[in-house]
């Protein structure tokens, strides 16, 4: 009697940047929409952008710090060692949506 197995194994590459050390958004693909409640449900709509959208994200480097943040009074940038963080969105009210891969 014979038996076979097979082990499916993928190997997959991590996206350039994703840690965003590079202190730019180089490698990133943003995307731009809106959020709007339909029927007692939020939906979120997103469209990709061929690139950075001037003024966002705005990357945050612990080096100068950037304080806390002034809604949920949490540090701005990530206390686990990395260099930067990004901010991807404003103070701004109007059901904007914002994303980054």
């Given amino acids: 009697m014979y038996s076979h197995f ?4 993928a190997f997959s590459q991590c996206q350039v ?5 590079s202190g730019t958004s ?3 693909v943003c995307y731009t929409g809106n ?3 339909v029927n007692g449900t939020s939906l979120m ?4 952008q061929p690139g950075p959208v001037a003024g966002w994200p705005t990357m ?3 080096f100068s710090g950037n304080g806390m943040d002034e ?3 949490f ?3 990530s206390h686990n060692g990395s260099g930067h963080s990004i901010k991807l969105s404003n103070d701004r009210a109007g059901g904007f949506a914002k994303g980054v891969f």
Wanted: net charge negative.
């Fill in 75 to 77: 540090p701005k940038n």
């Fill in 6 to 9: 097979f082990l499916p194994i």
């Fill in 35 to 37: 959020v709007a409640e």
């Fill in 45 to 48: 709509s997103l469209q990709s």
């Fill in 17 to 21: 940047n994703i840690d965003f050390e």
């Fill in 26 to 28: 180089y490698g990133l």
């Fill in 71 to 73: 809604y949920g009074g």
């Fill in 60 to 62: 945050l480097s612990s």
